[in-house]
């Protein structure tokens, strides 16, 4: 029986679609690929800079003076880099096989972690950083003494009632612990901050891709 012209049509459709489809789903999945790469490239390049400023920033310390904001600072972001260093080598693992949709998935989940344990992170991050600045200023050298002592006793010349604590003002405690407790409740904002001004492209994108491979899966 020969073909009606209504037939022909829809099997011409069909077969334009079985062509078009498999390029679309080609294109998605280098443009995930290329996505989720850049990102890591990006993530390898942040890791080292923090690596590369922490040493610098040790040996620089021991020569102005201040090696235990050097030693804090360097003991605390190896820490750091250690751990997403970790959940980078998580991510390599993530199977290039899958579709672009679920290897864009997984990549969500992944960021969801990382940011999640980055944040809890960060509340004791800052609040250290924080303390070490105190401490490596406190027991820099000042012609003998430290700078504390030194400090200290020029408070006291001008106000001889100042309360001491273990040879500490009172409200210099007071003034310290409230910043300490301020960066500890908001280091998870201050982090996502810092993250979004790195990472906020790519972000964008990985959304934008998501939503436009939902809208096509629906």
């Avoid at 880099?81 to 989940?109: A, H, M, P, R």
């Avoid at 201050?190 to 993250?195: A, S, T, V």
């Amino acid at each position: 029986m020969e073909k009606s012209i209504e037939n022909i049509w829809k099997e011409g459709f069909l077969e334009s679609d079985a062509l078009v489809v498999p390029k679309i789903n080609d294109l998605y999945n280098q443009k995930s690929i290329h996505l989720i790469d850049k990102f890591k490239r990006m993530f390898k390049i942040n890791l080292i800079a923090i690596v590369a400023f922490s040493f610098a920033f040790l040996v620089i310390s021991f020569f102005v003076g201040i090696p235990i904001m050097g030693i804090i600072f360097f003991v605390t972001l190896s820490v750091l880099v250690y751990i997403n260093k970790k959940l980078l080598n998580d991510l390599e693992k993530i199977d290039l096989g899958e579709s672009s949709y679920k290897y864009l998935k997984v990549f969500n989940q992944w960021i969801k972690k990382q940011v999640t344990i980055n944040k809890k992170i960060s509340r004791f991050l800052y609040p250290i950083i924080f303390i070490s600045l105190i401490l490596g200023f406190w027991f820099k050298d000042a012609e003998g003494m430290p700078m504390g002592e030194r400090l200290v006793g020029e408070i006291l010349v001008g106000f001889p009632d100042t309360n001491l604590i273990f040879g500490i003002p009172l409200i210099g405690i007071i003034i310290a612990l409230v910043i300490i407790g301020l960066l500890a409740l908001f280091g998870g904002r201050i982090y996502k901050w810092d993250l979004y001004i790195v990472y906020g492209s790519v972000f964008k994108k990985l959304e934008e891709l998501m939503t436009d491979i939902e809208s096509l899966r629906s």
